[in-house]
């Protein structure tokens, strides 16, 4: 990003012909990472942000080409959320986080792949099928924004968007070798996201660096009047100088290093942790003792909303439907059962069964409440450190057909991103070393709400001197 806005103003590169260039290596690449490549606005684009640059804009993202994950509406450009049942919507507007991004002269390059409707973690449930790790093409890049991960890591494309309900930015980051950053909830505008789990989403940046991931979190943050969520008030800029690591206490949850985490990854986050210990942080062992229960508590939570969110399909308003259908009902039955993928039913199904009156108590409820003690084991954490520390995912990208068949196993690899998202706080990826395969391995930080300058400033720190986020496949 930096190196392309240089190429610009200091050696008279065009964005137009970066385009071309990019297109044709899109072109050849089978990665799968987009499901929909927008050749003729992103020409349009490039056409603008030329005018922009010869009117002397300084701005650091006139003319990058980025990509959005395929659930973030896109005037004009088809949103298919990866699933058949939206796979001929084009929506009418664009989301804020995309105009926004207009608005500074990015170009909008097309759209990425993801697991239907967000629901995963391996980019393998999509209508478009599933997208490959640029490390290895027999592997999963991660999921659900695995699409923009690869892209990013592949280079065919600056940077991305993606969205995060329960670590789909962050999960892909660390297994493509990249940094994402989910963004405190409320602080970035959902508005044009098709909805997942409504208290859990965020829409969040993915880039080869923390400096450019802060780039772009710059452009979409702040309040936004048409998302009821997003937190009002002043949002000053992110600091692209890394912070200084004296004094800063550094948590790390004893419950992040359980039995699970594999060797590999272990060694790679103990090895992060000690490097910021040199670069002077203190590090203070911390409990989060309710995180245990977090996956139970998200998977009850997020496929209840999610039944809810997509009662919203119907084949009367948006997208698919059947047709031949005797009347109403089987018409619903039949657009629905046609529309959505194995995991969408299967998550619905869970859904509607702890919502339903009798179990809405044993379930829904109690999982809210177990929801609050979770949040207030990160509040009384950070009053004894200034970030938490750990793995971003237990393991290592896996198998593309590994684990299929095993949705739970699946389920039980969010352990550590999860947390962040029920208590609304930020947490970064950033690449940290590589398993003994030459796979990455991510770190994760986290910070209290709000505070995604303490996030990407010791996201900075760490890559001023280390080079893993550097690293091409
Ligand atoms: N892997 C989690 C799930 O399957 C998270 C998905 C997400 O963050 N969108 O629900």
């Known amino acids: ?60 993202l006139a003319g990058i080409p980025l990509a959005i994950k395929d659930n973030i509406c896109t005037r004009g450009i088809r949103t298919t959320c990866g699933s058949n049942i939206l796979a001929d919507f084009v929506p009418a507007y664009d989301a804020t986080v995309v105009e926004r991004l207009r608005k500074r002269g990015a170009i909008i390059i097309g759209k990425t792949n993801l697991d239907e409707f967000a629901m995963g973690s391996t ?41 995060d309900t329960g670590g789909s930015i962050r999960q892909p980051a660390s297994f493509c070798g ?13 508005f044009g996201l098709v909805a997942f789990a409504s208290s859990l989403d965020q829409i969040g940046p993915m880039a080869h660096s923390a400096r450019e991931t802060a780039v772009l979190f710059d452009a979409i943050k702040g309040h936004d009047p048409k998302d009821s969520t997003s937190v009002p008030g002043e949002y000053a800029p992110i600091d692209l100088n890394a912070l200084d690591m004296h004094g800063i206490r550094i948590g790390v949850p004893q419950e992040f290093f359980a039995e699970g985490l594999s060797p590999d990854v272990e060694r790679a986050v103990r090895f992060g942790i000690t490097a910021y ?77 702890v919502l339903s009156a009798g179990y809405y108590d044993a379930y ?58 029920l208590a609304g706080l930020p947490a970064l990826s950033i690449p940290c ?30 890559q001023d001197c280390t080079r893993f986020h550097r690293v091409k496949p």
């Open 1 to 60: 990003m930096f190196e392309i806005a240089r190429l610009y103003r200091r050696f008279g590169l065009r964005p137009v012909e970066l385009l071309e260039e990019l297109l044709g290596t899109i072109r050849r690449d089978n990665l799968n990472a987009y499901i929909t490549v927008d050749e003729e606005g992103a020409l349009r684009d490039a056409q603008e942000a030329e005018q922009i640059l010869a009117q002397g804009s300084d701005d650091v």
């Open 123 to 163: 980019t393998t449930t999509s209508n478009a099928g599933p997208t490959k790790n640029p490390f290895d093409e027999t592997r999963t890049p991660g999921g659900s924004s695995g699409g923009s991960a690869a892209a990013v890591a592949a280079d065919l494309c600056a940077g991305a968007l993606g969205s």
């Open 178 to 190: 990249i940094t994402g950053l989910k963004p405190t909830y409320g602080s970035v505008s959902r």
């Open 277 to 353: 210990e040199e670069l002077g942080a203190r590090i203070v062992p911390i409990r989060l003792p309710h995180i245990r229960y977090g996956v139970a508590v998200y998977y009850v939570i997020a496929t209840a909303e999610a039944s809810s969110n997509l009662a919203r399909y119907d084949g009367v308003r948006y997208g698919l439907r059947a047709d031949g259908a005797k009347d109403l009902t089987d018409m619903y039955l039949q657009t629905r059962s046609q529309g959505f993928g194995a995991e969408v039913k299967r998550r619905i199904m869970l859904g509607t069964y």
């Open 364 to 421: 829904y409820k109690k999982a809210s409440q177990v929801r609050t003690l979770i949040a207030r084991d990160f509040s009384e954490a950070f009053g004894q450190c200034d970030l938490i520390a750990g793995p971003t995912s237990p393991v290592t990208s896996f198998g593309l057909d590994e684990m299929m068949d095993d949705p739970l196993s699946i389920y039980l690899l969010d352990i550590y991103t999860i947390p962040a998202n």
């Open 433 to 462: 070393g590589f398993a003994e395969d030459g796979l990455p391995i991510g770190m994760q930080l986290m910070a209290p709400h709000f505070r995604e300058d303490r996030l990407l400033g010791a996201g900075m720190a760490f």
